[in-house]
């Protein structure tokens, strides 16, 4: 398991680390978008190679040019490659690590709430392919990761909201009640819970890397929030990955009511919280065959006629691979527009 570092100078903290790690050369991969802005808390740490980090550019091609920018550089298994972005960044970075050469060392610094708080550790690298997300990856840990919140200063509102969506899973998946701050999220109210959320990862990732079992827990909200980020991306509207999750959050919050006796004024009350902080999603009747579809597409369900969630008996205690079948998920969705005033 990669180790977890918390510090306000991740340049410091990377020299230390690599002063003792003994490596030839250090690859240094940031987004061309915003590394200027992230330059200002990295500070002298310059590039080797930036990279457009666009979910759409998340393929292959952009793989390929990492992997040939590492060959001319004369990378060899002695390297290491350092990842700074937020989650595109991490999960291309980490596949190129994880390919070059059949695989060497890497670093992550996260640099967006999302990858700090899930992307960056657990080991999961991947590129999307015809538009199937993350279908191409491989589990390769990182050697460690830096994390430094200084860097959500510059991150606009609906990544630092994505990113919590995130956190407010792990607060359910580990039996604490997640915060709804009523005057908003500001980076204060979450830099201190980074650590906490983080942590809950790693335990989970360090009893199953593989998700052979206990790591698909992590995959609460993500079902339903796959297919409705999906819809709005069909849409033309792209929602951030988290603010698709916090729905799907709803909808399996409500599904654990229906079928695993989670306690529903309990469910009202968090859906609340959720309702107040994030934005909606749209989606009417009309669109349930298309969401069914997407959930029964997902990589997990392929050839089975009901669709797999991880749903909640309670906080604290997951329940894993629950089949819920089509009328159930209909009825549902009924419910989660009632609850969100879609
Ligand atoms: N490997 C995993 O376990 C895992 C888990 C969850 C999500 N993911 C993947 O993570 C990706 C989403 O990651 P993300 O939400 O971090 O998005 P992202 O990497 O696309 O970053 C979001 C945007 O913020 C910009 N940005 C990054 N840091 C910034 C900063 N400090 N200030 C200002 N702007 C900044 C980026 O340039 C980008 O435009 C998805 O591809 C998803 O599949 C992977």
Do not use: W
């Not at 990295?42 to 990279?51: D, E, M, Q, T």
């Not at 909201?161 to 039996?175: C, F, I, N, P, W």
């Not at 089949?323 to 998920?329: C, E, F, M």
């Amino acid at each position: 398991m990669d180790r977890l570092f918390f510090s306000d100078s991740p340049e410091l903290k990377l020299s230390e680390i690599l002063e003792l790690t003994p490596h030839d050369r250090a690859f240094v991969i940031m987004p061309a978008g915003c590394a200027s802005m992230l330059g200002e808390v990295i500070g002298n740490l310059s590039p080797s190679l930036l990279i457009d980090d666009r979910e759409e550019a998340k393929n292959m091609a952009s793989l390929e040019r990492i992997l040939s920018a590492m060959l001319e550089q004369g990378l060899t298994r002695r390297s290491i490659v350092i990842n700074i972005g937020g989650g595109v960044t991490t999960d291309i970075g980490g596949l190129a690590a994880a390919l070059y050469m059949r695989g060497i060392r890497y670093i992550n610094i996260p640099t967006t709430l999302l990858a700090m708080v899930d992307a960056s550790s657990g080991g999961k690298t991947a590129v999307d392919l015809q538009g199937v997300k993350n279908i191409v990856g491989a589990f390769h840990q990182p050697l460690a990761t830096i994390i430094t919140p200084a860097f959500l200063r510059t991150l606009p509102d609906e990544q630092l909201l994505s990113g919590y969506a995130e956190m407010v899973k792990h607060d359910l998946l580990r039996g604490a009640m997640p915060g709804f701050p009523a005057a908003g999220l500001t980076v204060e109210s979450v830099a201190s819970d980074i650590e906490q959320s983080v942590m809950f990862k790693q335990r989970i990732v360090s009893a199953d890397p593989e998700e052979k079992g206990l790591r698909r827990i992590l995959n609460l909200g993500h079902t339903a929030g796959h297919a409705f980020e999906a819809l709005a991306l069909q849409r033309g509207a792209p929602a951030a990955h988290g603010i698709a999750v916090a729905q799907g959050l709803v909808t399996a919050l409500v599904l654990s009511v229906m079928a695993g006796g989670f306690p529903s004024a309990l469910m009202q009350s968090i859906v609340a919280g959720i309702r107040s902080l994030f934005p909606i999603i749209p989606f009417g009747c009309k669109d349930y065959e298309e969401l069914l579809g997407l959930m029964h597409s997902d990589k997990k369900n392929q050839g089975k006629g009901s669709v797999a969630f991880t749903l909640l008996a309670a906080p604290g205690k997951p329940m894993e691979r629950v089949d819920i079948d089509d009328a159930t998920l209909r009825e549902a969705l009924d419910i989660t527009r009632d609850l969100l005033g879609i």
